[in-house]
C-alpha cells in the first residue's frame, strides 16, 4: 500500500514552543532526528509532516497516511483536536494500531490515555531522575544522558516504524526479515523505570536476531487481568529474562506486589509446573551490582529471589556487569557466528565503515590496510536495503577492529556507525573489538568531545600526513 505521507507527527502546540536559545521546539528538533535516522535505515529520506492542534494548514487525509506519533504529554491528552486526529486516523485505517507509535514527551498514566493507545508500547523520551522521580527535558541532545537515553529511544523507534513502512509498501517484507533467523520467542519482564534504557537495547539485540520479544502490548493496569496476561505470554515462550534493579517498581490496581515482581513469581511458578517439565523453559535474571538508594521493599523482594530455593528452580541468577549477562544472553540463545564468514577473514579482520559518496576516497586506506596483512570488510551498497542491513550485521559479528571513515558525511552518521559499533555484541559476536578509530582526511573534522568514553583513536589529515597514525593503529592491533 503506498501512501503520500510516510509519517504525520501530531502534537500539543505547547510542546513545541522554542526554547529562548534555540531556533526550533522539542517536537521539531525530534521530528528532524527521527527523519536522519529513518534515512540511514531506509536509504531514503521519509516524508514527514508535524501537524500542531491549532494547525488548519496541514491536513492531510488520514486514510494517505502510513504512521502515526502522537507526542504525549498532559497537554496532549487534554486537547480534543489532538485526541479527535487519533480517533479520525485509527477509524481510517480500520483500528490498525501497529502502525500507531506513541512517543511520550511527559509520562501519561495508562487510565488517560485514550483506548487505542493504552496497549501499545510507548517510546518514553523524557528524562527521570531515579532517586527523585522529577521529570525533566533533555537541555542537550548530545550529553552522556541524552546519548543513554535519548538517543536509543529514537534508534528503536526508527527501526520499528521502518519495518511497518517497508511492509506497507513491500507486503510481506517483515516475514522476510523473520525467516533470516530462526526465530524464537522470549519474554523480556518489564522493569522498572531506572532499567527501561537496559532493558530496550537487550530487546532490540534480541529482534535484530530473529526472536519475538514479548509482552508486544503494555500489560494491563489491573492485577487480576496482568497476571493472566503475563502467563498467556509465558505459555509461548522458551525463555524469561528478568533485570533486577533499584526500583521496585509500580503496584497494580488491586495488587500487592509490583509488576517486576509478579513476572517473576509467574515465570517461576511456569517453571514448577509438573507438566511441562520437559518443556526446555529456562529463566535468567540478572540483579544490577550497583544497588543504591534501594527501598526496603525492594531489597527485601532481591532477598527473597536470592535466597528461595523453590523460586530458583529453572534459574540461573546472575549478579554481574551488564555487558556479562548480555553475553551469556547470547550464549543461551542467539544463532553462533556464520563460521563461513568467519574463516574468509584468514585472520585479524578490520571493518571500514564508509558512505558510498567516499567510495573512491577511501580505496588509498583501504589498500594500505591490505598491504599491512589485515582482512578488510566493507560495506555494500548493492541489492535491497535489508540485503545490506544483513551483511553490515555480518560485519560486526566478525570484525577485530573498525574504522570509520568521515569524508561527506555528517558528525550525525559518524554517531550512528559507532553506535552500531557499541551495539555489536548483540549482532551475535562473542569477543571483545580489539580497537576503534575514526579516520577523516581533515584536520578539526571530527567533533572528538561527541566521542568521549567510546575509546576510538582518531586518525586525522590527508593521506600522506595520516598514513604514519594509521600504521600505529595497525600495529597495535597486531600486538
Known sequence: MASDIDILIVFADSDNVPPTDSNAGWVSQFKNFLEFM???????????????????????????????????????????????????????????????????????????????LRKLIGYDLYQLDPDSDEIKEYS???????????????????????????????????????????????????VGHDLSVQRNIIRRELQRNGYTVLPTQTLPAASGELEQAVRKDL??????????????????EGGSRSVTDLQHIIAAERSQDPNRKNANFQRLIWISPN?????????????????????????????????????IIREELLESIDRRSARETGGRAIYVLYDEADQSDVISYITLIEKSGFHVLIPTFKGELLEQRVKHMENLRV??????????????????????????????????????????????????????????????GNYANSTESLKSFLSDIIA
Open 235 to 252: 505459555e509461548n515462550c522458551s525463555m524469561s529474562i528478568h533485570l533486577i534493579g533499584n526500583n521496585y517498581g509500580a503496584i497494580p
Open 38 to 116: 529513518l534515512t540511514q535505515v531506509l536509504s531514503e529520506k521519509p516524508k514527514i509532516l508535524l501537524k500542531g492542534e491549532y494547525d488548519t494548514m496541514t491536513a492531510p487525509r488520514l486514510d494517505n497516511v502510513a504512521v502515526l506519533v502522537p507526542v504525549l504529554s498532559n497537554e496532549f491528552i487534554k486537547s480534543n483536536t489532538c485526541l479527535e486526529n487519533i480517533a479520525r486516523f485509527n477509524d481510517a485505517t480500520n483500528n490498525d494500531s501497529q502502525r500507531i507509535f506513541k512517543v511520550g514527551k511527559f509520562p501519561v498514566s495508562n487510565r488517560e490515555q485514550p483506548d487505542v
Open 291 to 327: 544497588l543504591s538508594h534501594t527501598s526496603e521493599r525492594q531489597k527485601a523482594f532481591i532477598e527473597t529471589v536470592k535466597r528461595d530455593v523453590e523460586l530458583q528452580e529453572g534459574a540461573e541468577i546472575l549478579e554481574t556487569p551488564l555487558e556479562d549477562f548480555k553475553n
Open 399 to 460: 570484525l577485530d577492529a573498525a574504522i570509520i571513515y568521515k569524508g561527506k558525511t555528517t558528525d550525525q552518521w559518524v554517531r550512528m556507525k559507532a553506535l552500531d559499533i557499541q551495539k555489536a555484541p548483540g549482532f551475535g559476536r562473542k569477543k571483545p573489538i580489539v580497537a576503534k578509530a575514526i579516520l577523516a582526511p581533515n584536520d578539526g573534522l571530527v567533533n572528538r568531545e561527541a566521542f568521549d568514553g567510546q575509546n576510538f583513536r582518531f586518525i586525522e
Open 140 to 190: 542537550s541532545y548530545f550529553s552522556a544522558e541524552a546519548e543513554r537515553q535519548y538517543w536509543m529511544g529514537i534508534v528503536d523507534l526508527s527501526y520499528d516504524i521502518a519495518e511497518v513502512l517497508m511492509h506497507l509498501k513491500q507486503p510481506g517484507s517483515q516475514q522476510t526479515v523473520k525467516n533470516l533467523f530462526s526465530t524464537k520467542i522470549v519474554y523480556l519482564a518489564e
